[in-house]
């Protein structure tokens, strides 16, 4: 009796660590990867951007002012020539106010400090009227007497691919308004003055 149960007891172990022993090789999660291998090489005509990468080709901001509110939004597009941004806000103070893009994905009010400087790289010196701008300049937007304001702007500095110019890379980047007119010249922000609004920039699937 004694002998069986403990035959029992062995066969019911081995049976375990078989069981055990099998499970790391069963994974078989490789055969499943050439499989999406070759569902991005026949699926995609623009692979460059990488297997399973998110393409976007069109972004999104809500545009919150210091306090917290909606005050508009931003939408940007990919095109050949960069990217296209329209964008409509209401409730600012009438006049033209300087806009960039920002280095940092984080609105955090009242001073907006939390996204960082323009988004830019090294050589580059703020303002359309020099010949290597920040990545994130762009013209003034113009707020009428009503409070309310729309920007159409194109930039071929930055794009919402993958690269080192893209609005959507790790960690965000996001789209200011200043409280006053960007002089496009003047390092490192055209004394464009104190933050008032931001929009984190998001990808739009
Ligand atoms: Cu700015």
Redesign the pocket.
């Known amino acids: 009796m004694n002998k069986t149960l403990a035959a029992m007891a062995i066969s019911l172990v081995f049976g375990t660590s078989a069981v055990f022993a099998e499970a790391p090789k069963a994974p078989p999660t490789p055969p499943a990867l050439p499989d999406t291998g070759e569902k991005v090489d026949t699926a995609s005509d623009a692979t460059p951007f990488g297997a399973g990468a998110i393409k976007p080709s069109k972004a999104l901001a809500k545009i919150v002012n210091a306090a917290g509110k909606p005050v508009g939004i931003a939408s940007l597009k990919q095109t050949v020539e960069g990217v296209e941004v329209r964008m409509e806000v209401t409730g600012l103070e009438p006049g033209e106010h ?1 806009v ?1 893009f ?1 280095e940092k994905g984080e609105c955090t009010g009242p001073d907006f400090k939390s996204a960082g400087g ?1 988004f830019r790289e090294e050589g580059q010196i703020h303002g359309l009227e020099n010949e290597h701008p920040h990545f994130g300049d762009l013209p003034n937007l113009v707020i009428r007497a009503d409070g309310k304001g729309k920007l159409r702007a194109s930039s071929r500095r930055v794009s919402l691919l993958e690269g080192k110019s893209s609005l959507l890379r790790d960690g965000g980047t996001s789209i ?1 308004i ?1 409280a006053k007119k960007d002089d496009q010249k003047t390092d490192p ?1 055209g004394g ?1 003055g104190d ?1 008032i609004a931001c929009g984190l920039i998001k990808a739009k699937l």
């Open positions: 300087g960039h920002h323009h200011m200043h922000s464009s933050r």
